[in-house]
């Protein structure tokens, strides 16, 4: 399993941990910053999900005009990721 960590941009939480594992599965998300209950929200219902798949699902996503949001933050690490 392959540790990631990842410093989002345009957004209150400042850091977002995770794991892939070999089958391409995320595990153990986790956002330093931001607003807890969603954010540990977003970290439940991702785990042992496909990495594309949730990227593809939350890449997009807006947070009051932003451009991005926490769960558009986590789709792109996760992008990063998967080149990895």
Same mark, same amino acid.
């Given at each position: 399993m392959a540790s990631f960590s990842f410093r989002p941009q345009g957004v209150c939480s400042q850091e977002i941990l995770f794991d892939v594992d070999a089958q391409g599965r995320v595990h153990n998300?986790?956002?330093i910053g931001g607003c807890p209950g969603n954010l540990t929200a977003i970290g439940k219902l991702v785990e042992g999900a496909d990495a594309r798949q949730i990227a593809t /699902? /939350?890449?997009g996503n807006d947070c009051a005009g932003k451009g991005t949001s926490c769960a558009d933050q986590l789709a792109r690490a996760l992008e990063e990721a998967i080149k990895k």
């Amino acid at each position: 399993m392959a540790s990631f960590s990842f410093r989002p941009q345009g957004v209150c939480s400042q850091e977002i941990l995770f794991d892939v594992d070999a089958q391409g599965r995320v595990h153990n998300v986790q956002f330093i910053g931001g607003c807890p209950g969603n954010l540990t929200a977003i970290g439940k219902l991702v785990e042992g999900a496909d990495a594309r798949q949730i990227a593809t /699902l /939350l890449k997009g996503n807006d947070c009051a005009g932003k451009g991005t949001s926490c769960a558009d933050q986590l789709a792109r690490a996760l992008e990063e990721a998967i080149k990895k």
